[in-house]
């Protein structure tokens, strides 16, 4: 059953009033890749009543008041995308289509959306009830942060939109506490997941640098960022305080990771799958094409890639689902009426990391002081893709599945780190879950540019190559490897996309015909070297092209066709979207 999104529908549920009400920058897709749905249907599990307004008009309160107020708070998300990069090229022009939007144009979505929907309430509700962000966008704005689009350092997102509250990260339990503190009326401060404003910083909460100061001093800023990224793990970090002026953004640790029993509930809710019919009235959106049939097994990633905020978003503990509760996912497609037989993805932010997770990790919280994999992949993280390969193949024999895909990307390090059954699970993967083209993504070919991105040097993926090619030959297929590039990365200078273009005209015999120009998203560690320009590991000076025109030539250095013969065109396509994240999200969501 879709959420209610006009009074009309209210009425038939016989709600006169409701409790909360969910606006979103992305259309209304009852889908549990869409969070503000999940967030949705978690709250009215819990008994209460939920309505949404997706993509309201802020010009006018025809949308916003259209449900009236709700009883308990506002919850605003700008959706799945940051709207700034929703909006925005790599390049700073404006996108013309939009893949959350009906009918496909980019005209829905305002610029800095949490801002602006908070102010559409505020213009209309006077005194409204509590607003609180969730979502991508206030999630990776709520501390000071470096904001490509101003070319400047941002102050906390709670300072500019004037909301109540933030529940940063993956909020459900967080959000029902939160909603029934307020109908207990009980104060929400000690909620994990929760910011606030405060006109002090709560005892025993480390301070980071002020605003002020991140604003004036660079290794004040890469400090702050230090200190925000290593106190993002639910069972060692610390509250964060950080002054703005005479007030302070307060952060409270993290919610904690869902257990498998917490997860899987989730998926047992009940999804349509589709577009509420209400804004499938305005056209159809293209994101469902991918995501309608597709099932995420797991959240989290700990690739930890510098351009990347999933770890921040999501968190670096992968929580998987139970194979049952996947199984009972796949086989509710099967009755599902415009079900072909086709599931898109089954995968998550790192396909290969469904069942693999450190049980020190588990235990004591991430370490602060190394990564998962990298340099090298810790000894500690036993990989063993066994559970993989069962899933997989016991999702192919359900009746009325005839192909199993695996769109998200794979980790080949983890693959070749697996003596014992990673050569099984890419055979798998090979004879039956590729659909032509397999992502692989190693963003670059220079060792320096691969250090400042945190991925594994091309050794590993030459191996893996190799491997793949022999898989296939031997499985009869005519399938090849997508390699996801970016170009005018913190680090890149023309000369180490000379280097690039050498290595995949000469070892991976291809020429590219697209590249990504490398976008600098809010609180990821590239960003914090796009803006100081120096490395915040070493502090060492780096080469960071700020150029527009020259991020191009950079790119151009890579994608145009070569001179010299080369022997296959490969397509750095545009990769559709993953668990939700359309192709704009891909500074932001990318495979490993
Ligand atoms: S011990 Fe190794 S695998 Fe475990 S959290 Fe630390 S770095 Fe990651």
Request: aromatic share 10%; hydrophobic share 35%; charged share 25%.
């Given at each position: 059953?879709?959420?209610?999104?006009?009074?009309?529908?209210?009425?038939?549920?016989?709600?006169?009033?409701?409790?909360?009400?969910?606006?979103?920058?992305?259309?209304?897709?009852?889908?549990?890749?869409?969070?503000?749905?999940?967030?949705?249907?978690?709250?009215?599990?819990?008994?209460?009543?939920?309505?949404?307004?997706?993509?309201?008009?802020?010009?006018?309160?025809?949308d916003i008041s259209r449900l009236g107020e709700p009883t308990l708070f506002w919850g605003v998300t700008g959706g799945t995308v940051d709207?700034?990069?929703?909006?925005?090229?790599?390049?700073?022009?404006?996108?013309?289509?939009?893949?959350?939007?009906?009918?496909?144009?980019?005209?829905?979505?305002?610029?800095?959306?949490?801002?602006?929907?908070?102010?559409?309430?505020?213009?209309?509700?006077?005194?409204?009830?509590?607003?609180?962000?969730?979502?991508?966008?206030?999630?990776?704005?709520?501390?000071?942060?470096?904001?490509?689009?101003?070319?400047?350092?941002?102050?906390?997102?709670?300072?500019?939109?004037?909301?109540?509250?933030?529940?940063?990260?993956?909020?459900?339990?967080?959000?029902?506490?939160?909603a029934r503190s307020f109908k207990e009326k009980k104060s929400p401060l000690s909620i994990r997941g929760l910011?606030?404003?405060?006109?002090?910083?709560?005892?025993?909460?480390?301070?980071?640098?002020?605003?002020?100061?991140?604003?004036?001093?660079?290794?004040?800023?890469?400090?702050?960022?230090?200190?925000?990224?290593?106190?993002?793990?639910?069972?060692?970090?610390?509250?964060?305080?950080?002054?703005?002026?005479?007030?302070?953004?307060?952060?409270?640790?993290?919610?904690?990771?869902?257990?498998?029993?917490?997860?899987?509930?989730?998926?047992?809710l009940t999804y349509e799958r589709d577009q509420h019919p209400y804004y499938e009235k305005q056209g159809s959106v293209k994101t469902l094409e991918t995501i309608r049939f597709s099932i995420s097994t797991h959240r989290g990633c700990y690739g930890e890639c510098n351009f990347c905020a999933i770890a921040v978003h999501e968190g670096r503990t992968v929580a998987s689902r139970s194979e049952a509760s996947i199984l009972a996912e796949a086989e509710a497609f099967?009755?599902?009426?415009?079900?072909?037989?086709?599931?898109?993805?089954?995968?998550?932010?790192?396909?290969?990391?469904?069942?693999?997770?450190?049980?020190?990790?588990?235990?004591?919280?991430?370490?602060?002081?190394?990564?998962?994999?990298?340099?090298?992949?810790?000894?500690?993280?036993?990989?063993?893709?066994?559970?993989?390969?069962?899933?997989?193949?016991?999702?192919?024999?359900?009746?009325?599945?005839?192909?199993?895909?695996?769109?998200?990307?794979?980790?080949?390090?983890?693959?070749?780190?697996?003596?014992?059954?990673?050569?099984?699970?890419?055979?798998?993967?090979?004879?039956?879950?590729?659909?032509?083209?397999?992502?692989?993504?190693?963003?670059?070919?220079?060792?320096?540019?691969?250090?400042m991105m945190g991925k594994p040097t091309v050794g590993s993926l030459l191996k893996f190559k190799k491997m793949f090619e022999k898989l296939t030959y031997e499985a009869g297929k005519d399938q090849y490897l997508t390699y996801y590039l970016i170009a005018a990365y913190p680090g890149s200078s023309d000369r180490e996309m000379k280097q690039l273009k050498e290595f995949v005209t000469t070892k991976l015999h291809l020429t590219p015909e697209q590249v990504q120009v490398f976008t600098p998203t809010p609180s990821t560690y590239a960003s914090v070297m796009y803006y100081t320009e120096k490395d915040p590991f070493t502090g060492e000076t780096i080469f960071v092209e700020k150029n527009t025109a020259r991020k191009v030539s950079q790119k151009e250095l890579i994608a145009k066709p070569a001179a010299t013969g080369t022997s296959k065109t490969e397509s750095l396509r545009t990769p559709k979207p993953e668990n939700g994240y359309a192709n704009k999200s891909r500074p932001q969501r990318r495979p490993r």
């Open positions: 059953m879709f959420l209610p999104t006009t009074k009309e529908e209210m009425t038939a549920l016989g709600w006169h009033e409701l409790d909360v009400i969910l606006i979103s920058g992305d259309s209304y897709i009852d889908s549990p890749y869409s969070g503000v749905t999940v967030i949705g249907k978690v709250l009215q599990k819990a008994g209460f009543r939920v309505g949404i307004i997706a993509q309201p008009d802020i010009t006018s309160d025809v709207s700034m990069v929703a909006n925005y090229t790599a390049t700073l022009r404006k996108r013309r289509s939009d893949d959350f939007t009906p009918g496909g144009e980019n005209n829905r979505r305002p610029d800095r959306a949490v801002i602006a929907y908070t102010n559409l309430i505020k213009r209309f509700f006077k005194n409204s009830r509590p607003i609180v962000l969730g979502g991508i966008e206030a999630s990776l704005r709520r501390v000071t942060h470096y904001d490509y689009w101003t070319d400047k350092l941002r102050a906390p997102v709670l300072f500019d939109s004037k909301a109540d509250y933030i529940l940063y990260g993956m909020a459900e339990t967080s959000t029902v506490e939160l910011c606030y404003l405060a006109k002090s910083a709560p005892e025993g909460y480390i301070a980071l640098p002020s605003y002020e100061e991140c604003v004036t001093d660079h290794s004040a800023f890469t400090k702050m960022y230090h200190l925000f990224y290593q106190n993002n793990d639910p069972i060692s970090a610390k509250g964060l305080a950080q002054q703005k002026g005479d007030r302070y953004f307060v952060q409270n640790p993290p919610a904690l990771t869902l257990t498998q029993p917490q997860l899987d509930k989730i998926y047992s099967t009755k599902h009426p415009k079900f072909k037989g086709i599931i898109n993805d089954l995968g998550g932010p790192t396909a290969n990391m469904y069942a693999i997770e450190c049980s020190k990790k588990l235990h004591n919280g991430a370490c602060s002081d190394k990564r998962c994999l990298f340099p090298d992949i810790c000894p500690v993280l036993k990989i063993d893709h066994n559970p993989q390969v069962d899933l997989l193949t016991k999702v192919r024999q359900i009746p009325g599945i005839k192909k199993v895909f695996v769109g998200s990307g794979i980790r080949y390090d983890m693959v070749l780190a697996d003596k014992q059954n990673g050569l099984t699970y890419l055979k798998e993967i090979v004879a039956h879950h590729t659909s032509g083209q397999l992502k692989v993504a190693p963003e670059h070919a220079d060792p320096y540019v691969l250090k």
